[in-house]
DNA sequence: GCAGTAAATTCTAGTGCTAGATTTTCTCCG
DNA sequence: CGGAGAAAATCTAGCACTAGAATTTACTGC
């Protein structure tokens, strides 16, 4: 069961990195911290704190500030030295690579994006143009923030497609997975970016993690065009053996779901069956032209009171009800989070959803929301999983030169 | 998402911990152990093992044996030390508390079963007659070990019901659940020993963990009365905040299953079923008393070419496929291992099952076995849960004193 | 300006670990 | 019997860490 730990570095070098990132992690994201400070958070002894900092300081990451009491709330005793982190010390590239449209942020290792740029992309596109738009995306984002590739030192992709790391390859099980990932681990090999290709899903989780106060089981459900989870527990990001936990491909088993198509697909279908079917005398919707009706005119005249439009809102929120019965019975999640481009316009639905849960889970113990990152969320995974590759590697790495 | 490690423990203390645990685990299970043996297995260096050795031996967890080349399979040389694990050091206690049977027994720590017991059990007892019968299996099984409760440093306990750590206990959500663990964590208290209550599924797959061939990600599938599964991935066994990680009650969504019962019941149900509606005419169920009749029956009418416990079987295995599925589909596992009292007669649904499994699953790399463990899985579970719990604490504990 | 006090830093001794040099304890072979 | 050779054990120096003593740096009140 307990597979042990890696077993390879001799112990004493382990503590020092473990130390090491403790610290980093401390000062990361927040205010110029003393020592102190340090010594309280971490649990170690001044002296190891002093250490790390000196050796961090050399390396780059931290400045050490002497506006000691200036900052400080206390006027007694022996100013401390204040070490801040520098975010500005490298730059990370998050990037979206959807089915329609690649999204490519260039970020600090804050995580706050610096600039960005999107572009469309024909579903169709062969493997060599959607490389060509990432990298044409990501080329423009770092131009636009008037930085250089040399400053780059990690880039993370997100694709709508597992990525796994035993037996076979997805891309070779599944074509329009290998359409998805077409070799975008290698693309920026060239410039000695750490490159990490990940599951969109999987990266929206990331990006709720700080969301989710600390809960330590939780699902990002993306609802639009299909269906796809990232799924936390423990604390940790579940990927499996295949890169395939949280696939949804299974919810053709589940009754009244029966296809895993998502929330805005499902819309956009039952829409137009009804008013194919002649069932939509008088609702709003059957001005839309049929070809452009989607899921967003629907949420919209079902807020506005169309009675037909309600009617669809009311089999999304069953089968969201569903879905989220399916994850939480399962694996006993605190909480589902909703999530994706759709998510804003989806809060009468989790509300209605939420109040279904009772008819599927003996004991509805899960909390199901709908997320506050907005429509990136995948890139901004992108963004954060690559601040903390970033991180969890601060001692390995030599800082670019600067500008 | 990476939630840090406990930070408490100064570190230097944490790596002395985990050192002496990676020696011991070496020990554990094996023959006599050179300290060259144990450089090569742990990477520590000459000088930390022989210390650690030497701890472990004052500790008396380790004898020190001397007949150093008489079994060594070398000549040149001076001879080195050898230690060997004491697995009679203490014994360990491991109960499987069932709905219908309990059953107890004592073991080494190499998880040797030296005795047991088994009482029957109705399912309609009470809180306190079901405290009861594990007191009582459990000081029979260690009277007929002819030892004391001293000697004893462990226990766990099996019940079929969520263990969980956080938010309101099982019990008090569900009364089959209180019924089910009346306040078994302090049955031992008086008598000084660890007690841990743990769920019956999750024991099962601690049991099968060292037949999964070291898979990271798979499901023990406890198929009787009920479903249930313990749930391993990435190596470690989930049990979710509320213990429901592998609760199996959202069967009731999945197409095709439709209840959570378990094949047990569900065969001994469809049979009679068929029986009742008079359509077992020339079957040989048709010879067993309705009350009487069961999955033994089903299974083994089946087996010897019987056309109407033959379609119930087909349903056993059509929805045994679906269960897997499900599971398999949503957590990506190497391995569902079908166990429980019945899995032994299950050869042939599970074969069967396997042939269904492609018609639910896009990739069906999942693979599903029968256990090998026999009926006794979850008690086995127990007991070797109790090991590794004495085994990961060895350093705090001082052994018990001798017969 | 000088004690008194607070809070930081620096220093010191001690522990666990590592790597490598040295010593011990064997067998083998002339 | 007395090396040569092999494998283990022991010794030594050095590093990372800890805990606590000693020291530094600054503010406060007299």
Redo the contacts with the bound molecule.
Sequence with gaps: MTHGAEATT????L??R???ERVLQEVWDGEPV????LMAAT??????????CRELTDRGWLVELDD??AA?A????????RYAFRPDAALVVGVDAGQHRVSAAVADLHGRVVAEESVHLDPGSDAAARRASVLDAVGVAVARAGRTDREVVAAVLGVPAPVGTTGVPAGERNPFWALMNPGLEDLFADRGWDTVVENDANLAAVAEAEHGDGAAAYAALLVGERFGAGIVLDGTLRRGPRGAIGEMRILDLVEGVGRSDGLGALARDEARRRLDAGRAAGSVLADVPRDRLDAEHVLAAAGAGDAVAGEVVDGLADRLARVCAVLSGLLDLDRVIVTGAMAPALGPVVERARALLPDHLHDPSVEVVVSDLGPDVVRTGAVRLAVEHVRSRALDRDLPAEG
Tied chains: 1, 2.
């Design positions: 001799p112990s004493t070098h503590v020092r473990l130390n090491a003393t020592a102190s400070a649990g170690l002894a001044r002296s190891t704190v002093l250490a790390l000691a009491r400080g206390y006027t007694k005793g022996r100013p401390a030295l």
